[in-house]
């Protein structure tokens, strides 16, 4: 599904919403689509695709979320 019909109420037509995917475990990655943004809604959260990954928590949860809130501090 894409992320857009996820958001209805905060339709991109309206102006008011540009969704972005970004791997957020590729630091790299994180500046260029944070663009100019003023503001940044993050949902991300571990795969259950991956359950009997025990690492999946730390890294994405953790570690992702952490790459995003450092990378938005370097955001003049």
Do not use: W
């Not at 970004?22 to 571990?46: N, P, R, Y």
């Amino acid at each position: 599904m894409q992320p857009a019909r996820l958001f209805q109420f905060l339709s991109p037509s309206q102006g008011k919403l540009e969704l972005t995917e970004c791997d957020l475990e590729k630091e790299d990655q994180i500046e260029v689509a944070l663009g100019d943004a003023g503001v940044v809604i993050c949902v991300v959260g571990a795969s259950e695709k991956e359950v009997l990954d025990v690492t999946g928590p730390y890294r994405i949860d953790y570690k992702a979320t952490k790459n995003l809130i450092d990378a938005g501090m370097l955001v003049p």
